[in-house]
């Protein structure tokens, strides 16, 4: 069996099991070596547009290849806003690059944020905090999330950023779909 070494920008244990559960979905028949990195991702502590949260990801895997130079891939993942039509979803960001510099993109499944909860992380609060100092609720981004708590564990946080994951993975897996 082959081995493939993964490392991911966050010590986060869903951002990494999410990572390690669509690696392995998606390559069976390898190896799968999951190391993880504290990466800052230079953007606010809760971004609050796609522009920013995607920033965050990029910035997220550039900074673990510095760090972890022998890998084949390299996973960011940030959470942040996805604003439309005057509403608001927090939303799994994720960028992939494997060993030759090439980069692909996912989003997860989003939850729809309102009132207090939507004004505070606009006020700049990240949403753990937001949990924490409002509801009582600790560690809620290192548990099933946000996501978690409003779904009654229906959908986990790590659950959604395995599909945004799976979705990053695409171009490496059917690169004939993503070649111009």
Partial sequence: MVSMKVVVGSNNLPKRNAVENSFKAAFPDEDIIIGTVSTDSGVSSHPTSAGESITGALTRVARAKELITDADFYV???????????????????????????????????????????????????????????????????????YGLATNDLVTRQAAYEQGVTFALASFLHPEFYSE
């Avoid at 909860?117 to 290192?142: C, H, M, P, R, W």
């Fill in 76 to 146: 960011g993942i940030e959470g942040g806003l996805l604003r439309v039509s005057g509403r608001a979803w927090e939303i799994g960001w994720v960028a992939i690059s494997n060993s030759d510099g090439k980069i692909a993109t996912g989003l997860s499944s989003g939850i729809e944020l309102q009132g207090s909860i939507l004004k505070a992380i606009t006020d700049g609060v990240e949403l753990n905090k937001v949990l924490e100092n409002d509801f009582g609720i600790q560690s809620a981004g290192n548990n099933n999330g946000f």
